[in-house]
């Protein structure tokens, strides 16, 4: 392991979009409130991933693909698999995403980001905008 790896953990992730009810519930009732975009400003992530990357539940993750950064909240959850982070659909997700210029859909899944821990407050709103 090389000095920069133990000071600055990363971790080579595949990307999932999901649906989250939560999320989805509170962006019917209004796309842009706070809870809504907080809820879909955060990373699911496994035990050991969350551990391997010196992070604690709450605390800061870089996610980076080739086609944008983002900083969101990490959380633990049981249910997903090393090597895995999940984020639910929304701004900060497709934000990771490359859109392509015909009518089909973006790659949802097993996009290849690079997960380190942050110290950057969550990326915001208006920089997401900004840049598409």
Do not use: C
């Amino acid at each position: 392991m090389a000095l920069g790896d133990f000071l600055f953990p990363h971790a080579d992730l595949k990307l999932v979009i999901a649906r989250s009810f939560e999320a989805d519930v509170e962006s019917a009732k209004d796309i842009l409130s706070k809870d809504f975009l907080d809820m879909a400003a955060r990373l699911r992530l496994s035990t050991g991933d969350l551990q391997r990357l010196g992070l604690k539940e709450g605390g800061h993750a870089s996610i980076k693909s080739k086609v944008g950064n983002v900083v969101l909240v990490a959380y633990y959850d049981e249910k997903v698999p090393e090597g895995t982070v999940i984020i639910p659909y929304g701004p900060w997700a497709l934000a990771l995403v490359a859109v392509p210029k015909d009518d089909s859909p973006p790659q949802l899944h097993g996009v290849s980001v690079t997960v380190t821990r942050s110290e950057d407050k969550v990326t915001p709103l208006e920089a997401l905008l900004e840049s598409s």
